[in-house]
């Protein structure tokens, strides 16, 4: 097993297509031919809308992504992604002057189901340290809730955040913003918490319902 090089211990482990198209797996990626690799690479620059700061509108190709990362336990995606979003990352972090990292918890439920928080996986493989929170309220998925107030009521209180001491300016992440309902409540528990505190938010992909309502979240 030690003479195998990773190419072919990849080839007898993995599935070797990339997720998104026809052709093969780059022998130096996982999932993911170059040509894909390179057009998220290509168009994943810092964006902002709002108060919001994202890299990539949430489309066919980003949900895809997202959710073999997320539902089929692909943990190494995550790992691409982080490849792709750590140089923006940063640069966001020095920016804005962020002394505290927030990643949305999951609940326990989703947490058992899936064995990971994606979110929190993504800054583990940039070597990023965070503050944990608490989601104490199973939720419903909210793409499957039609309406702002079905939405609104599925997320109420579903949060716990103990008293953020010592903190100016926290960054809240998250891998997909669709309504911003979660979002929304998120922060509100948070300036319940500490009304003084400012806070900046990131998404990976932010989605066309969002701008449609003109999110904003402070």
Not at 24 to 49: I, Q, V
Not at 69 to 85: A, D, H, R, T, V
């Amino acid at each position: 097993m030690k003479s195998l090089n990773h190419s072919i211990i990849r080839q007898l482990f993995f599935k070797n297509s990339c997720i998104l198209c026809p052709e093969k797996a780059h022998d130096n990626l996982h999932y993911m031919c170059y040509n894909c690799h390179k057009s998220l690479r290509d168009t994943g620059n810092l964006k902002r809308f709002n108060d919001i700061y994202y890299l990539w509108n949430y489309d066919e190709k980003l949900k895809k992504i997202i959710e073999e990362y997320k539902f089929k336990n692909k943990l190494y995606i995550g790992e691409l992604l982080f490849g792709l979003i750590g140089e923006e990352l940063d640069k966001l972090i020095k920016k804005e002057k962020i002394d505290g990292i927030i990643p949305i918890p999951v609940s326990h439920k989703r947490l058992m189901e899936r064995g990971f928080n994606q979110v929190e996986e993504l800054l583990k493989f940039g070597g990023y340290s965070y503050i944990k929170t608490s989601r104490i309220k199973e939720t419903n998925h909210m793409y499957e809730l039609l309406n702002s107030e079905a939405r609104r009521k599925n997320i109420k209180s579903a949060f716990k955040i103990e008293r953020l001491k010592g903190l100016k300016k926290v960054l809240i992440i998250d891998d997909i913003i669709t309504t911003g309902s979660t979002m929304k409540e998120f922060i509100t528990e948070i300036k319940n918490n500490n009304d003084t505190i400012k806070i900046v938010v990131f998404t990976l992909a932010l989605s066309k319902t969002a701008k449609k309502i003109n999110l904003k979240m402070r």
